[in-house]
Every structure is written in C-alpha cells, then in structure tokens.
C-alpha cells in the first residue's frame, strides 16, 4: 500500500447539540443547548483520520498552538492511533485553530472559523528529511495566509520538494471567505503557479 503524506490545514471542529433556528440567535438571549461534540476539521484530521480508518498508515503534517484547543485537537486525533500525532507540530505564532459549528435541524450549517497558527504554516514546516511517501496531499490554501500569499510562493516550493522526492503531489482546496483577505487574493494567478508542480487537482464546487 502506498504511504501518504497529508500536510496543511489542521483544526479541531466544536459542535454544540442545538435543536433551535438560526433566528433564536439574538443580542442579550440565552439559548441553552446540549452536550458539545468534538470531531476532526481541517484536511489534515479529515484526511488522515479518514485513510487510517481505511487501513492505510498517513503521515499528517499540521501545526497546533500551545494551548487547550491544541491539546483536544491531538486528543481528537488520536483517537484513531497515537502515530497519527507524530508529526503534528506546536508553535508559539498564535493559538490553535479551531471552527465552531451551528448545526440546526433541517437548515444548512454556519461555521465560525479561527485559522490560528495554519496563517503561519510554510515549507519549513514539513520535515522532507524524515518523511517518505508516494503520495504527497495538501489542503486548504483558501485558510493559511504563508501559503496564499506571494502568489503560492510557499506552496510552490512545498510541491517542487515533494517532487523532487518522486512523490504524486495532490491539492485540496475550500471556497474562501469573499469578506476576507484570502478572497481578495487573485486566485487564477496562484493556481497558474502551484498548478504546473500539482499532480491531482480535483477542485469542489
């Protein structure tokens, strides 16, 4: 079986028990809800968890704050096996991402993401001298400022030491958020970039 490796966007996604509406959600109302439910979030948990529980052995490459968030988030994870927090990193730059999500019956879900420390996850990040893998995964660029910015710069060099290791790169992408800086990058310019060192691109609508 092929070993791979799935690096990027890591975060731990907090969803309260809530059977009310979005319209409930009022300055000065208290909405009491239930137990709150921690899962994976991020290409990285998603991913990795999802592969081992295929029984493959991942390698995830994320990065996680120095502070409780981080500490559930390696907890979440490795659930599905210790190995999986091998590579999973800690930094002082800001906290550990998270997402809260609303989930109301019979509505679409709202997210409240904090992107944390993935805003500083870059090449330097992933340790290519201890890692080997045929495939090389990274998600989400739309959600880490070091990798949309500069054009992909960070990526682009991510990708041309995957494949000078001989790895099959592939990218996983998110629809940014219009209101903030990531979407006002000028995405086809960024794609036109990391695109020619990307292998597998299978983008969502």
Same mark, same amino acid.
């Given at each position: ?53 295929? *029984?493959?052995?991942?390698?995830? %490459?994320? &990065?996680?704050?120095? @502070? ?5 988030? !390696? #907890? ?75 054009? *992909?710069?960070?990526?682009?060099? %991510?990708? &041309?030491?995957?494949? @000078? ?5 592939? !990218? #996983? ?33």
């Amino acid at each position: 079986m092929p070993c791979i490796i799935v690096a990027g966007h890591t975060c731990v996604d907090l969803i309260p028990q809530w059977n009310g509406k979005f319209e409930d959600i009022k300055p000065g109302y208290l909405i009491v809800t239930g137990q709150m439910q921690f899962s994976t979030g991020g290409a990285v948990p998603n991913t990795g968890v999802d592969l081992k529980r295929l *029984g493959l052995d991942p390698i995830l %490459i994320g &990065k996680i704050g120095n @502070d409780l968030i981080g500490k559930i988030t !390696l #907890d979440v994870i490795s659930r599905d096996g210790k190995d999986l927090i091998k590579y999973i990193s800690t930094g002082t730059e800001a906290g550990s991402s998270y997402t809260l999500v609303l989930s109301p019956p019979n509505s679409d879900r709202a997210f409240l993401h904090y992107p944390g420390v993935n805003d500083t996850f870059c090449a330097k990040d992933i340790p290519f001298d201890q890692i080997e893998g045929q495939i090389f995964h990274f998600g989400y660029p739309p959600v880490m400022k070091r990798i949309y910015e500069n054009d *992909g710069a960070e990526l682009v060099k %991510i990708f &041309k030491s995957a494949h @000078d290791r001989k790895m099959i790169t592939s !990218l #996983d992408m998110t629809m940014p958020d219009p209101n903030s800086e990531s979407g006002r990058i000028d995405w086809k310019r960024f794609l036109s970039n990391v695109l020619p060192y990307t292998d597998i691109f299978l983008p969502s609508l």
